[in-house]
């Protein structure tokens, strides 16, 4: 848990959607939120992986975070954003449906990922928050990206 921001048992959190889905992630690990450009493939990258983008003189691997997370490729439109976060000691951009609100949540609050009979549901989803009719699923940022597909994406 190195990127959770606390303050006396509070997250901060930025949430955002991705199809029909709420998702958030710590809000320290947020450098910026850009509107949507399009990426420049590079051959044989993962699946998820959409390209480069040119960040002010630095290349910017972009992932789409709907299809890392296994709910299918995203297209993007007008309305979709990169947030440019920092995973390790990269940044990488998550392509995402649209960014919805910072929130802040009690530690306390976060009700464990549930067992589904599969690991993988458990490293890449934190906890699940819930929030009036809300079920918003905290992304676990350092899992998204294996460091040897970061190396070699970036």
């Not at 440019?84 to 530690?107: K, N, Q, T």
Request: aromatic fraction near 4%; charge should be negative.
């Amino acid at each position: 848990m190195s990127n959770d921001h606390t303050s006396d048992g509070q997250l901060e959190l930025i949430s955002f959607r991705i199809a029909d889905q709420e998702f958030c992630l710590d809000i320290m690990a947020v450098r910026e939120i850009r509107g949507w450009a399009p990426a420049t493939p590079l051959p044989h990258s993962p699946a998820y992986v959409r390209g480069v983008i040119n960040l002010r003189g630095a290349v910017l691997p972009i992932l789409d975070l709907k299809s890392r997370l296994g709910l299918g490729a995203c297209e993007p439109s007008a309305r979709s954003v990169i947030i440019v976060v920092h995973i390790g000691s990269r940044l990488v951009g998550l392509l995402v449906d649209a960014v919805s609100e910072i929130l802040a949540a009690d530690l306390a609050a976060v009700q464990p990922t549930p067992n589904v009979g599969c690991d993988t549901v458990g490293r890449f989803v934190r906890g699940i928050i819930a929030q009036e009719d809300r079920m918003i699923s905290w992304i676990a940022i350092d899992d998204i990206m294996p460091s040897e597909d970061l190396a070699e994406a970036a």
